[in-house]
Every structure is written in structure tokens, then in C-alpha cells.
């Protein structure tokens, strides 16, 4: 039972384009969101969150939108640098923080 | 403040066999979060403690199992090893447990890495 899910498992993107990255939810009672990165060989930092009873939160080059009807989220960065290359968890807190499957991101010089 | 510490970061041991992970959360952080990140599977939510009671758990078999102390330090054990198994497995802690209303974050360890063979 996935109650979190992001469809994409890869994505490349060239530097200095957008990234968008999705993930949907099927649990109501989910009433806050967060999005992690994670590189390997190390934990995953936690990168942006958002508030189910916001539509849209911004952080540098770090936006996250909310569309509660549809129980769907997305991640975009811009502009994308090497550096953002990495695997992307999607999360989501009712009684427990829930994640997706996680989607990697590879930023193409 | 030092970060969530993890022990051991890598090892081997081979089916059949039980293994116990430990995890020192930052100083003050009372919820502790276990997970397993295994390919395809994302990271999957094995269990969760809050001032020593587990307050939630993941869909393991009962082989998975944890426990919180007094300083707030957990371990989680897995019995009977089997090679599906093999996964990175990640604690998490945060100063309140996770949900309601509770909208920090968690930080999160390097992992150890499990392999079975």
C-alpha cells in the first residue's frame, strides 16, 4: 500500500534548466509535506516543506506546490546546477512521515 | 551540535544470522525514526520512537524490532537474516515525533549498510 508515490525514478535535465519533480499522494490526512535529497554514501538532508493549508512555498531556487484536490505535489528547481544531481524523496506527515520511492536527478553540464 | 550517529556504517553477515544498529540521535532529540532504503523501494518506514515507547511501526515482519533507552539512543535488531534484507538502513531523529502537528523535520544519519549473504 503506497500511500506516497513518485512515478518518475529518473530524471536528467541539462544545467540552468528547470527540474520538476512529482509526487502524489493518496492519503487525505496527510497535512504536511517535505522534500529531501539525499546523495549516496550520505543521509538525506531535508530540503523544503509545506503546509497543507498552503498552496506554494519558496526557498532560493527551491519551490514547492501543493494541489490538494488532486493530492499532488511537485518540486521545482531553477535554475538546475550539477550540484542538485542527487535522489529526491518525496514526504508526507499524518501520525508518520511517509516517502516515495525517491527520484534520481542527474544535472547535465 | 553533532549530527545523528550511526553504528556500524558497513556490515557483513550471512543468512541466518541477527544483527543490532545503533543510533545516537542529536543532543535533546527524543523521536527516533528507523527506515530502509533499498532500490526501487524508496525509503520504507520500519518503526518510530518517542521518550522509549514506539509510538508507530512499518509493515516488517516481527524478525524487525527496536528499542529506545533512557537517553533517547535506539537500537533495532533483525533476526534470521534473509538476503532480501540487504539495504541501507537510515534512523532519523527529531525534537517531537513526527505528525501530529509537529512540523519540523528529521534529521537523519549516514546509515549503516547491511549486506547478507
Known amino acids: 500500500d503506497q500511500q506516497v508515490k513518485q512515478n518518475s525514478p529518473s530524471l536528467s535535465v541539462q544545467e540552468g534548466r528547470i527540474s520538476i519533480l512529482n509526487c502524489d499522494y493518496t492519503?487525505?490526512?496527510?497535512?504536511?509535506f517535505l522534500w529531501y535529497k539525499k546523495y549516496p554514501a550520505e543521509g538525506p538532508t531535508f530540503l523544503i516543506s509545506?503546509?497543507?493549508?498552503?498552496d506554494k512555498n519558496e526557498d532560493g531556487r527551491f519551490t514547492v506546490f501543493l494541489n490538494k484536490s488532486a493530492k499532488h505535489l511537485s518540486l521545482h528547481i531553477v535554475p538546475s546546477q550539477p550540484g542538485d544531481s542527487a535522489v529526491y524523496f518525496c514526504?508526507?506527515?499524518?501520525?508518520?512521515?511517509?516517502f516515495g520511492g525517491g527520484t534520481r536527478v542527474l544535472v547535465k553540464p | 551540535k553533532a549530527g545523528v550517529t550511526q553504528t556500524p556504517r558497513y556490515l557483513i553477515k550471512t543468512r541466518g544470522q541477527q544483527v543490532t544498529l545503533s543510533c545516537s540521535p542529536i543532543?535533546?532529540?527524543?523521536?527516533v525514526s528507523w527506515y530502509q532504503q533499498t532500490p526501487g523501494q524508496g525509503l520504507q518506514f520500519l518503526f518510530e520512537?518517542?521518550?522509549?515507547?514506539?509510538?508507530n511501526k512499518g509493515n516488517f515482519p516481527g524478525r524487525f524490532s527496536g528499542r529506545q533507552f533512557s537517553n533517547s539512543r535506539s537500537e533495532m535488531n533483525v533476526s534470521t537474516l534473509e538476503l532480501g534484507d540487504s539495504a541501507l538502513y537510515l534512523c532519523?531523529?527529531?525534537?517531537?515525533?513526527?505528525?501530529?502537528?509537529?512540523?519540523?523535520?528529521?534529521?537523519f544519519g549516514e546509515g549503516s549498510r547491511l549486506t547478507v549473504l
Open positions: 492519503n487525505s490526512m496527510f497535512d504536511y
Open positions: 532519523a531523529s527529531s525534537s517531537e515525533p513526527p505528525g501530529q502537528g509537529y512540523t519540523g523535520e528529521l534529521f
Open positions: 509545506i503546509s497543507s493549508i498552503k
Open positions: 520512537y518517542f521518550s522509549e515507547t514506539q509510538r
Open positions: 543532543s535533546g532529540h527524543r523521536s
Open positions: 514526504g508526507a506527515a499524518g501520525n508518520k512521515l511517509t
